[in-house]
T-cell receptor, first 111, second 116 residues
Framework: EDKVVQSPLSLVVHEGDTVTLNCSYE??????LLWYKQEKKAPTFLFML????IEKKSGRLSSILDKKELSSILNITATQTGDSAIYLC???????????FGTGTSLTVIP | DAGVIQSPRHEVTEMGQEVTLRCKPI?????LFWYRQTMMRGLELLIY????????DSGMPEDRFSAKMPNASFSTLKIQPSEPRDSAVYFC??????????????FGEGSRLTVL
């Protein structure tokens, strides 16, 4: 059965800390891995990763994929209270255009 | 484009009542997905359509749930009869095949359902 597992489930940090969120997957016919940020409403897209070892970066956020380890990490440096959200990882397969989501990591950044 | 549009945004109903959630995908997207999100189980895929045809409904919890997509611009998710355990946020999402160039799945704002 295809599955996506995220860790930790929740995390509380102070402003300015650096955090690393993990996503591991077991899917048949991997195509890509996506990261989303969800605040109060709908998930919003952060990154798509398809190749191992190539870092995607956007401001203080960065992510990398390791296809050998079947995992990805999302790093957030110099965290701010606005980074508080649920971070979702999803894996897309080549069969049937399926998007499999993990349960998410709830990040709380306190001033 | 206005994005994926869902209605209603909030629904409070009593157990046993019929609930209909609606979705308008982004024009040109040929895939439409219905997800349910709860604290305990995260985002669960209920069903998805390709070119208006249901492809995989294995996530639909039971016969009380049904979904239709009569045309490329409209889909409904119906729960009849509703139960308190159906309380959740229901998201509709649409995409191009494999998310297109960006790989992105576009979400609506969600319909928060509370069944008393």
């Amino acid at each position: 059965e295809d599955k996506v597992v995220q860790s930790p489930l929740s995390l509380v940090v102070h402003e300015g800390d650096t955090v690393t969120l993990n996503c591991s997957y077991e899917v048949t016919n991997f195509r890509s891995l996506l990261w989303y940020k969800q605040e109060k409403k709908a998930p919003t897209f952060l990154f798509m990763l398809t190749s191992s070892g190539i870092e995607k970066k956007s401001g203080r956020l960065s992510s990398i994929l390791d296809k050998k380890e079947l995992s990805s990490i999302l790093n957030i440096t110099a965290t701010q209270t606005g980074d508080s959200a649920i971070y979702l990882c999803a894996v897309v397969t080549n069969t049937g255009n399926q998007f499999y989501f993990g349960t998410g990591t709830s990040l709380t950044v306190i001033p | 484009d206005a994005g994926v549009i869902q209605s209603p945004r909030h629904e409070v109903t009593e157990m046993g009542q019929e609930v209909t959630l609606r979705c308008k995908p982004i024009s040109g997207h040929d895939y439409l997905f219905w997800y349910r999100q709860t604290m305990m189980r995260g985002l669960e895929l209920l069903i998805y359509f390709n070119n208006n045809v249901p492809i995989d409904d294995s996530g639909m919890p039971e016969d009380r749930f049904s979904a239709k997509m009569p045309n490329a611009s409209f889909s409904t998710l119906k729960i009849q009869p509703s139960e308190p355990r159906d309380s959740a946020v229901y998201f509709c999402a649409s995409s191009l095949a494999y998310g297109g160039d960006t790989g992105e799945l576009f979400f609506g704002e969600g319909s928060r359902l509370t069944v008393l």
